[in-house]
């Protein structure tokens, strides 16, 4: 039978709060698509991008305007061209990837030309707040997570900073300046956070001002986020960033991002994968990027007061690959 795509949007909610510079969040929203050959059944999630004016609505509108193109047979590369980057694209290709792995009975890694994945150690964040709550946070995280991520806001983060490494003294230590530190002295607030033993700095401009690190000659490396979707993104990265943060709902799926990896490793530039608040379903295909990068933050479902069942079981910040579960 001709392959059906259908799509719905769930909401899972967040455990407490989940805080950066741009606000607070609840609860996030996703939109789960499916395609079905009548007999298996492929799965993807996606978050959609808030920050480009993405909601779950329109991510969910997106993906059933394919159903036609799903119908008619249109493979992953034509479907990507019809969706464009986002969300939408990558709910449609990790279905798309999922199907096909179960119709043949050859997981996805495999399928991708991957090696067989190991655990990876996965960065657990510490929401942006006050010094004393972070603090806090980073001692109730300290011996569980070996890899902390600080969400910083411009104002007061060297005390934040601080604060963190205070109360978990062995961590790993990363930050997230969220775009906060545009019309900062870039090297100088890197400096400053040397003697915590920061390890890399993400986003410190805003994305399109890439410009203003021309000759920042920071001491500790610069990772591109929202500077770097997919690989339209990649020249304006080169020379400023030393690393670029992978993100699927970004990028538009896992076949985008494995393009993205390659043609970043090519230029030089080390990989962090990311994740947006999302499942296990949505973290699944990233879980497989990561093995291929020196940074990994897929604590999403972390985040979340509870998790799909059969989702990865996290050992701290080692995430095992899902025996039998999500894109096995």
């Known amino acids: 039978m001709a392959l059906r795509l259908t799509a719905a949007i769930e909401r899972w909610p967040v455990a407490g709060a989940f805080t950066i510079a741009r606000g607070a969040k609840t609860h996030v929203d996703v939109v789960v698509a499916e395609i079905t050959d009548g007999e298996h ?3 993807g999630e996606a978050t959609p991008i808030y920050y480009h004016g993405e909601t779950a609505e329109t991510v969910l509108a997106q993906v059933l305007a394919l159903a ?13 061209v019809k969706a ?3 969300a939408a694209r990558n709910a449609v290709d ?13 997981p996805a890694w ?11 150690i996965t960065a657990f964040t510490i929401s942006l707040g006050d010094p004393d709550r972070m603090e806090a946070d980073a001692r109730a995280a300290a011996g569980r997570y070996p890899l902390l991520k600080l969400k910083l806001a411009g104002e007061g983060d060297l005390a934040r900073v601080a604060a963190v490494r205070r109360g978990a003294p062995d961590a790993r230590l990363i930050v997230d300046a969220n775009e906060s530190w545009t019309g900062r002295d ?28 021309d000759g920042v000659a920071s001491p500790i490396p610069l990772c591109a986020d929202e500077s770097c979707q ?18 699927l709902d970004k990028a538009g799926g896992f076949s985008e991002a494995l393009a993205l990896a390659d043609e970043a490793r090519a230029a030089g530039l080390d990989l962090m994968v990311g994740c947006m608040l999302s499942t296990s379903l949505g973290i699944a295909p990233a879980f497989l990027l990561g093995q291929k990068a020196r940074w990994v933050d897929l604590d999403g479902p972390l985040l979340l007061a509870h998790d799909r069942p059969g989702g990865f079981r996290f050992d701290g910040g080692t995430m095992p690959p899902v025996d039998g579960g999500f894109w096995g």
């Open 41 to 43: 059944v492929g799965r």
């Open 68 to 80: 036609g193109d799903v119908s008619a047979g249109i493979d992953r590369a034509g479907l990507a």
């Open 84 to 86: 464009g980057r986002g």
């Open 94 to 106: 990790a279905a798309s990837w999922d199907l096909q792995a179960k119709r043949s009975g050859v």
């Open 110 to 120: 495999a399928r991708a030309g991957l090696s067989p994945p190991v655990p990876l």
């Open 186 to 213: 870039v090297a100088a607030e890197a400096a400053a956070l040397l003697p915590f033993g920061v390890e890399l700095i993400e986003q410190p401009v805003a994305a399109g001002q890439d410009r203003l690190l």
């Open 230 to 247: 997919d690989r339209a993104d990649l020249p304006r990265c080169i020379g400023r960033y030393a690393a670029v943060n992978i993100k």
